[in-house]
């Protein structure tokens, strides 16, 4: 941004108070990715905005001088490379825009700005019996927000009905800095002539014939930055029992999840390797498991609605689906210690770093059918990079009410090991292009697996292409990223 | 009159025989009195009628209209004013032909289906199976790829099996262009399980709350999520609909479920969401069940002064009827406890009518395909709606006062039949995520002064939404688009840019995507028009700040 | 016919009874040829656009609507949502205009001009009618008072391979105990399906000489075998104010009698069959209930023609009654069945949409798993005994009286 710095520089201080803008090179690094193979430089410069107005305002001053902006909201450390600026970058850092703006009880609703972290949020609604959804253990500072738009799945499928829940209305400030804001929150009135008629942010569609909420989401910052949204709460549970089904293949218990999760029985649900659910337990280990693989799952009762006699039902009900999966599910203290981690955020460091101190993570979804197999070729290729079973941890969740599951492989290693991590890079991007032929759908693309993803879709790329031009025709938001590398974009051109 | 070239090339295309521009022919698509807010009933007769059987036929259409400057639309069942052409330049694209269920997985439960595969086709399958399938409002005549791309699509069921905007998994989708674009997974070859990604969702431009009606390329396919489905593969019914004797399956009963006061039933209706019980929940007063299933005895209450109506509407305030379905027993023996707890601790009254065997008898099918809502034809000839955006449950209910306010005033000035009240439909999505309210209004088309109401009616309702913070479900009309869209983002320059980038020969027929029109100023009470500037005033740009 | 909102319930078989999407549909004329306007709502729109004066009747208009069965499927199925809305009704309206404007398809002129020079709709010598009955017995209505006076009908006086049907019909009556007299030589169409191509005119002529017939037999009972003149005279006949003095049946109504009574004892006949259910015994068999003045909306049921009140169950109670027969339903079956393409004139004009209407119901016959499909219509007899030959169908067409005179312990050669 050399050359056009002294500009943007001189916007930005008329925009955003002095303090707000980052330039200290020691501070700076925290925005650089911190782990290899997805490490990046730290960003030219940081702005932290406290508001809506300032971020529009940081946009349309980035808009002018033609200066990519990348928005981060979570804390450190960055890992996927989502947020991962190039040098020349400037971040808009909104995790200091951590108010609930609005808490509905009644329509079991909250408003949030970017900087609302999983903690927080759930503080905040356990006061009200409400609890929001989580992915699995999200570290302590991960934004909420930050979460939802890159379709984290939540651990709870029967809440997840469409790829955009939990995230409900957003505001967002597109690269063209306008401000538009989507589904009921769309207007007329603010939101507090919206609160003022009954409204409670809840349609996620709309206005109109557009969904642009979908637009965002997903999109690693390319098309603009959300400054608050509303995401959906669900009652707080009041009777939990937490059961784990295990067995050496995937295939019984990914059909187990299936026949749970079409009839929205349970909770959490959740299937973990022995790895994973190592690294999870931390020194507790998993102890003596009778399976490589284990199925957590929640059965529970809600506050004013016969608990215990919906608890009752769906034990028994579950029973009976195990028994014809040829499972048998236990109760007990293992199963309520795993369940228990799983329902909240990870109380220390993130629970991938436990085993080598960093993890590569693959992750795509698909169907039941061929999801077994891309779990043995995952291990195949990891064998060819010399990695072992201990190496790669496996999370399969199952999402959109059961529908498909989004599998994941964490392959751990340290960080401290240029080779280690090279290797990881080169298995993971390898992996990619063969389960990607098999059925693997990469519906969230980081590195080292864009190209694999997007090669595959060239007309969903050209489709893109052209949105990018009119949300971000300066290509200013998050320049380089998904299937926009530079100069392909029309309004660059 | 469409030029030689052009025709020739349709024929070309897609074969003779698939093609007409035969007048009287043209004119079966022309008449729209349902849902023809402009108190018309014919809309614009269409320079030719196709009728592809292929995607590739499809495309191979769409390109034809693009070098011939002629524009497209395309429609599936063509119920209502929507499925018509706006100008005679316009080729409509009927896709009867294209009526295929081309999969039911039935272990990721999705079906993947044409344009002309109706509801109940799709329903009758799925149960096959073990599955069921969300079925719009508007009865099961109606295309679920329709209502899952291009129109509203909320239901009865809506409560278990949500919207059919959020039931939408992979597309294919003609552009604009001739292109095919396949939406989320099977844009990259990996099936049809998901709709979004990878990155950005391409799902975002196809639709919102609404879709583009046709005016934003040719769905050709659509993947759609279904539920599980815990009664028999079939359930033998004799009869139709009114005469219906059909069983209700064992693991099923229904209730009808009235209250002391309107307050009370909101919020039972907000307890059955928080209980996550409830398969099929639709609200609708007394007097629409007796117009529904008693047209002859409903003249005559009202011819009495409507006071036997206001009375029955009042006696069992905001009634609901709400349909449980239980996986097992034990499942259904818990709903109906959560439900009787909660009907009881709002001061209502839960009648079991699968205990009453004409009841159960009647309203078995007739609820679980809801192929009795399209009935409410019968009385007055047609009906409308005032179409309510999609909010809180509260929000909704107070519309149905709102535009109770204005609808009584045509009823008594004899604009509208006299049907006895505020006639809403409310429902409950997804356990009450959000719902969504219409009034229903009755009305002869045959009768110029009904038809003369529905303009400033419809305007009535704009001005309501504004009130309300709402953008309605009516935003898809031109009117109420350019009324609102100034007040809601400018979502209408967004659509129009979006469209732009697609349809760079501008192939398409917009008037239900982007098309902006005045009202008719003539015909609006200006105390009415007052308050509209004075609501502009207010709300301008406020949404943004 | 401004009534319709096109809801396209005409296009399906009602909703509750859907079971499969293979055989959801109800209409052949819109499945088979696509555009809105070969559908009952399209033909009543194009009807208005006509009365409006907004287009013109055309040949290719006059071909729409002649592309039809008059099968009555998409009445029915309005019916269920609309009091207000005939579709039958424009249907024949349609076509009278198509006769009165002159816009007529050359197919049907023939036919016509064979029905007025040799009184049947086959176009073969009028005094080889009655050859079908040769040594049966049978009275003359002409010269003779007579209990029952038996209908046969165009199609099965001249059809021989369909003779063992219709002579099975006879002699069974003549087995339960009925008199029964015919008229020979002497006996015409019934005008029904003149007056369903439009031909007012000339149906009128065919009514009148069927009253005087009947009339001068004294016969207490008329009873045909044949489902177009059954629904002639229970529908069309009193629609145009020709009142017949009798009781008018058709022969399946006194076989269940029959049978039920006792008076006819059918043995084991091991089989497994379907029924099709004629349109016009069934839903266009309804009979005439009169003209309902005022206000549509407030029509009652009772005074709709809703398709329920046609002949469904006698010719189950029949196949029924045979021990050792297994009856399985067909998805579209009763008021909502589907045509066999036969009739409105489509086999005349457009053989080839006949037997494919007919093609398909054979289709659905053997999902079911049945050997033999059972009728009891000559029409549709032939469209289906057609179909098979030409699909290759494994399908045995059998009529319903033919299996019942085996079933007691006869057969009949057919030819005479």
Known sequence: MADRGGAFLNSLAGAVPGEAIISDAARLEEYAASRPPTASDPPALAVRPRSSEEVRSVVAAAAEAGVSLVPVSSGAPHVKGGSAPHSGDVVVDLSGMDRILHFDRRNRVAVIEPGVTFPALEEEAAREGLRPMTPLLPRPNKSVLASYLEREPITVPKYHWDMTDPLLCVEVVFGTSDVFRTGSAAGPGCLEDQWAAGNAQKNPMGPAATDLARLVQGAQGTMGIVTWASVRLELEPCLRRFGIATSDSTAPLLQFASQLARRKLGDELVLLDSTNASCILGENGPGESPGRFLLVYCVSGLPGYLPEEKVAYQERDIAVIAERAGLRPQYGDRAEELGAMLSHPCAGPNWKTRMKGASLDVFFLATAEPAPGLVDAMYEVAGRYGLGERDVGIYIQPVMQGRSFHVEFNIFFDPGDAGAAARVSDAAGEAAGLLAGKGAFFSRPYEPWVDVAYARCPDTVGALRKLKGIFDPGDIMSRGKLCFKGGETPGTR | MIPEKAYAELEKAIGADNVTREPAMLDSYSWQPFLNMSGELWVARPAAVVLPASTEEVQEVVRACNRNGLKLKALSTGWGAQGGASGDDTVLIDLRRMDRIIEIDEKNMYAVVEPYVCGGELQAECWKRGLNTHIVGAGPHASPLAGATSMHGCGNDSISMSTSSRNVLGVEWVLPSGEVLRLGSPGSGAGWFCGDGPGPSLRSIMRGTSGAFGGFGVFTKVALKLYHWPGPPTVESEGTVLDSTGELPECMSFFNCSFAGEQDSVEAMYRIGEAEIGCIQVRMVTSEFILLIMPHLFPKLVRKGGAILEFLNEAMASPFTILLAGNSPGELAYQEKVLHEIIRSCNGIAMDMSRIGPARRLMGMNLLRCTIFPTVFRFGNMFATNLDGNEALDTQNAWTHTMEGYKSAYVRAGGLIDDGGENPYMINYENNLYGHCETIYLYDHRNREHLESLEPLGFDTTLAAIEQCNVPLAAFEPVTRKLMSPLACDFNEWQKKISAAFDQNGVSDTRLYTDEEDPDYDRIDPAKLEKLKELQARFRGKERR | ?416
């Open chain 3, 1 to 416: 016919m401004m009534s319709c909102v096109r809801c396209s319930s005409c296009k399906w078989i009602p909703f509750n009874q859907m079971k499969s999407a293979r055989f959801a549909k109800n209409c052949p004329s819109i499945a088979r040829h696509g555009f809105h306007s070969y559908s009952g709502s399209g033909r009543v729109n194009m009807g208005l656009s006509l009365l409006e004066g907004r287009s013109e009747l055309t040949e290719k208009v006059s071909e729409v609507i002649y592309s039809c069965q008059m099968c009555g499927a998409c009445d029915t199925h309005c019916k269920v949502y609309r009091e207000v809305i005939d579709i039958n009704d424009v249907l024949l309206e349609l076509r009278a205009k198509c006769v009165e404007d002159g816009e007529l398809l050359l197919e049907h002129m023939a036919v016509i001009d064979a029905l007025k020079r040799e009184n049947n709709m086959l176009g073969e010598p009028k005094a080889a009618r009655g050859e079908w009955a040769r040594g049966l017995g049978l009275k003359d209505v002409n010269t003779e008072t007579v209990e029952v006076m038996f209908h046969a009908g165009c199609r099965f006086s001249y059809d021989r391979d369909l003779w063992p049907g219709v002579r099975g019909s006879v002699r069974l009556l003549q087995a339960a105990g009925f008199e029964v007299g015919t008229a020979g030589a002497e006996e015409s169409c019934c005008g029904g399906r003149a007056y369903e191509l439009g031909y007012r005119g000339e149906a009128r002529n065919f009514f009148e000489d069927m009253l005087a017939r009947v009339r001068s037999s004294g016969a207490k009972m008329l009873v045909t075998a044949c489902a177009d003149g059954y629904a002639a005279f229970k529908y069309l006949y009193p629609l145009e104010g020709v009142d017949l003095p009798v009781e008018v049946f058709h022969v399946t109504q006194v076989l269940e009698r029959a049978v039920s009574g006792g008076r006819l004892r059918p043995g084991r006949l091991p089989c497994k069959v379907t029924y099709h259910d004629p349109c016009h015994l069934g839903r266009m068999g309804e009979p005439f209930l009169g003209r309902w003045e005022g206000d549509k909306r407030l029509r009652l049921r009772s005074m709709s023609r809703t398709g329920k009140n046609g002949v469904y169950q006698p010719p189950r109670s029949v196949l029924g009654s045979i021990p050792g027969l297994e009856l399985v339903e067909m998805e579209r079956i009763k008021q909502y069945a589907w045509c066999c393409g036969a009739g409105g004139g489509v086999i005349d004009a457009f053989p080839e949409y006949a037997a494919w209407t007919a093609a398909e119901r054979l289709e659905e016959a053997a999902c079911t798993g049945a050997e033999a499909l059972v009728t009891s219509c000559p029409w549709c007899e032939r469209a289906f005994l057609d179909a098979a030959r030409e699909t290759g169908s494994p399908m045995a067409v059998r009529d319903l009286n033919e299996l019942l005179l085996e079933a007691c312990g006869e057969s009949e050669g057919g030819d005479p």
